[in-house]
């Protein structure tokens, strides 16, 4: 079949081959830039459908298998950012016959693969086929070998690489900054040769041996200089720690870049040359990060942390940026560089002075894992020397960044740093809406709440009833009457939550909202507190909180966007208890949109983006259509863990499991991605590399 240009990606006529399972194999040129493809079926009325998975075969490779819809006409293939894959090289629509497809799916997933045979055989051909899908798709969830083994660059690609550099007009120095102290001599000839391994050929290594007592350093040292003039050394009369030892490879650099290095670390081969790229893409950078993992003595890698683009929040909390960091010579000699006095946390703390008034548009994230942190004993890794002394070095650096905000900055869970930010004096009035009909019983546990468990000192409570017929509602609101700050205004008709929520908010008094589901439960006095020190900040435009489950699992941990086709909630299902992905469930952070099931925002953001969409998203994405529009307008959103919640999901709405419910949010669907198609497929806070099955941060 071939390839056709449209409107937003290439096209394959899928027609002749609707209702039957395929396997789509395409091919992207391996030396291109890595930026992900979306796969999507397109109806007869030119709407796409929701996003279907590649999976990464390697060496530019990809396979997608399953089912094509009865109403498709073609599949399209984009990059993430809605855009021609102009690289694309190949792609081949294969037919599968029954006993291919179910070979294949016993290999991925047997348990799931003979479920969809034993409902097969006994005619429920829809549960089947859904089984099946899952089956096939089970592969792409893997582990982090596979994954190394599916994102290595082969020859070609290294080939390419090498003649783009040697097109480029005045290609800029980099300076790697190595402070070394005592390492095992193993692990510096490793860090050296990863060095001259590079694929980017100009760089210099500015060396200071910080007075180390082990003469096989200074040998070590001393011999690569001799073999490499690019290699140069610089030995301390003294020890004087990293902050010190550092500042003098500072001094030392003639590069426009500097990049740091431990000295028993390992750099992938292409990491100075995506740093350079980088800023020749553009040159306004100030600060360039690339993802990294974990390398043991054996040279096996493990742990790898796949990075947000720049997140102010999270930064406060942990220094998440970490490894590859490279920045701007001029800039970095501009904060004085690292800090004698804050070993263990001197990078966090350089990273929090020089991103405080940085507009974020000059930082680049790599979502490419360029460094490998070494984690073998005997490293002699300055930061692992003493914990405690580093923890508290990290809180001196966040106190000093919070005191021009106002703020106090304090130890939080797992160790890491907390931001409180000040409440306004007075608190200002916060009116929690919330839209209902009927279920009194779950009313009553979210007012009790509010009214007596919630230590905010200045709320009113807009209650959206929409068209409540039980007696118990009604007794509920009489004995709710003589309660000042509860108002009950009724909203009659088909139930359309976004309609609800923009009535209240009319109807509503204060300054700050409060969007709440009639289905929460208080389990802390603190949490509106919390949640509105967020919102009152200016550049921030909505705050989402920790929800859980009743069993105490998590409901709501930030909504990642992408999953599924549109979104999906972060850490879903997860224990409470757990940190998440890189504490990620423990730190507050920004995030792309949240849940409108819990959703504080001053009013004056709420009217200058227009509230929610009444017309089109009636109630599924509404919250995150808002969000995004309220990202678009210059504001960030929050998640907030200090901010906790029990969720009995939609148990007064139901499922949606009518084909009414089901037919509407196709619809939403439909609007989401025709709205947000590009934002979608390119989650800033959700890196490329993980799984868009779900938001569980799995490769």
């Not at 102010?312 to 942990?318: K, N």
């Not at 959206?464 to 009604?474: K, L």
Request: hydrophobic letters at 45%; glycine letters at 8%; charged letters at 25%.
């Amino acid at each position: 079949m071939a390839l056709a240009e449209g409107p937003d990606g290439l096209r394959l006529p899928v027609a002749s081959l609707r209702g039957r399972w395929v396997d789509l194999r395409f091919a992207d040129d391996p030396a291109a830039e890595a930026v992900g493809f979306a796969l999507a079926f397109i109806g007869p009325h030119g709407r796409p459908g929701t996003l279907l998975h590649e999976e990464s075969l390697g060496g530019g490779a990809y396979l997608w298998t399953g089912r094509v819809p009865p109403e498709a006409v073609e599949l399209r293939i984009s990059t993430r950012l809605g855009r021609m894959p102009a690289s694309l090289r190949d792609a081949r629509l294969r037919r599968l016959a029954r006993p291919f497809l179910m070979l294949r799916a016993l290999r991925r997933a047997p348990g799931l693969s003979l479920t969809a045979l034993k409902w097969r055989l006994l005619g429920k051909k829809v549960r089947a086929r859904g089984l099946m899908e899952r089956a096939l798709n089970g592969r792409r969830e893997t582990g982090y070998p596979r994954w190394i083994a599916a994102h290595r660059r082969r020859g070609p690609e290294w080939a390419a690489l090498a003649a783009e550099i040697a097109t480029w007009r005045e290609p800029p120095l980099v300076s790697v900054l190595m402070p070394v102290h005592n390492p095992a001599p193993k692990v510096l000839r490793a860090a050296l040769a990863s060095l001259r391994a590079q694929i980017y050929p100009h760089w210099e290594l500015c060396a200071v041996d910080d007075a180390s007592t082990d003469p096989a350093v200074a040998r070590l040292l001393a011999r690569a200089a001799a073999a490499d003039p690019r290699i140069r050394v610089h030995r301390r009369g003294e020890n004087g720690h990293i902050a010190r030892a550092t500042n003098d490879a500072l001094a030392m650099a003639g590069g426009a870049w500097c990049a740091f290095m431990d000295h028993d670390d390992v750099l992938a081969a292409d990491a100075l040359y995506e740093v350079v790229r980088a800023a020749r893409e553009d040159p306004g950078l100030v600060l360039v990060y690339s993802d990294e993992d974990k390398i043991d003595g054996r040279g096996r890698r493990f742990e790898p942390h796949f990075k947000a683009d720049f997140d102010r929040e999270l930064l406060y909390g942990q220094n998440y940026i970490n490894h590859l960091t490279a920045m701007r010579t001029d800039a970095l000699r501009a904060t004085g560089g690292l800090r004698p006095g804050f070993e263990g946390s001197q990078d966090h703390d350089l990273l929090l002075r020089l991103t405080a008034g940085l507009d974020p548009a000059r930082i680049r994230h790599v979502p490419r894992v360029l460094y490998h942190w070494r984690a073998a004993g005997g490293s002699g890794t300055f930061s692992d020397r003493a914990l405690a002394r580093s923890e508290a070095a990290r809180l001196r650096a966040l106190e000093e960044a919070a005191a021009p905000l106002g703020a106090r900055a304090e130890r939080g869970p797992e160790g890491f740093n907390r931001l409180v930010h000040p409440l306004p004096s007075p608190p200002p009035k916060v009116s929690v809406i919330i839209p209902t009909r009927d279920r009194a019983d779950l009313l009553a546990v979210t007012l009790d709440g509010l009214l007596g468990a919630t230590d905010y000192p200045d709320i009113e409570v807009v209650i959206v009833d929409n068209d409540s017929c039980e007696p118990a509602t009604a007794a509920l609101f009489a004995g709710l009457s003589a309660e000042p700050r509860v108002r009950v205004v009724p909203v009659p008709g088909p139930f359309n939550f976004s309609d609800l929520s923009n009535r209240g908010a009319a109807a509503a008094t204060g300054p700050v909202l409060l969007f709440l589901n009639n289905d929460i439960e208080v389990i802390e006095p603190g949490w509106l507190t919390e949640m509105v020190r967020q919102a009152a900040r200016p550049k921030i435009g909505a705050v989402g909180a920790k929800l859980l489950y009743p069993d105490r699992t998590i409901q709501h941990g930030g909504i990642v966007l992408g999953i599924d086709g549109v979104a999906g909630h972060s850490h879903l299902a997860m224990p409470d208890a757990d940190p998440g992905y890189f504490a990620r469930m423990v730190l507050a952070h920004e995030v792309s949109a949240v849940t409108g099931a819990c959703l504080a925002l001053r009013a004056t953001v709420f009217a200058e983006v227009g509230g929610f969409d009444a017309q089109a998203l009636k109630v599924a994405f509404n919250d995150v259509d808002l969000c995004l529009r309220i990202r678009e307008a210059g504001y960030r959103i929050v998640w907030t863990p200090f901010a906790k919640l029990i969720h009995h999901e939609s148990k007064s709405r139901g499922p949606e499991d009518t084909p009414e419910k089901k037919a509407r949010f196709e619809a939403e669907t439909r609007v989401m991605l025709g709205r947000w198609g590009a934002q979608l497929r390119a989650d800033p806070y959700y890196n490329v590399n993980l799984s868009r099955n779900s938001a569980h941060y799995r490769v």
